[in-house]
């Protein structure tokens, strides 16, 4: 059994909002409750939409790079260079370019759609 002068030595020790509730049942005075989560439940929102946010961020950055490719690419094919040489106009040589540079976009696809596979894997 511990002596009283022990119990109010290990009551002090207790840090004041512990101290509030252990002495709480034995006082008139009421423990002030908590807001019912709604700051909890807001920062939790926050953070899911921030989280969204750049999941969507970071799959928009991850085409960069194939639009940086491509649409410069068919910029200056078909804007400059195909109308000033031999093959102008719609035949099988600008087709086999516009073919060559689309063809480029599903390897790209392909390519980064695994490496995210074997990203996750590890």
């Not at 078909?78 to 480029?104: D, E």
Request: hydrophobic residues 45%.
């Amino acid at each position: 059994m511990l002596k009283p002068g022990a119990m109010l030595a290990t009551l002090a020790a207790l840090p004041s909002a512990a101290l509030k509730t252990v002495l709480a049942p034995f006082c008139r005075c009421r423990v002030p409750r908590r807001p019912a989560g709604r700051i909890e439940r807001a920062s939790r929102r926050l953070r899911d939409r921030y989280a969204n946010l750049r999941r969507r961020y970071a799959n928009v950055l991850l085409y960069v790079p194939l639009a940086a490719h491509v649409v410069p690419t068919l910029v200056i094919g078909f804007g400059f260079v195909i109308p000033c040489s031999p093959i102008q106009g719609v035949n099988t040589y600008s087709l086999g370019f516009l073919g060559a540079v689309l063809g480029f976009i599903p390897a790209y696809v392909a390519g980064t759609t695994i490496a995210r596979r074997i990203g996750k894997e590890t």
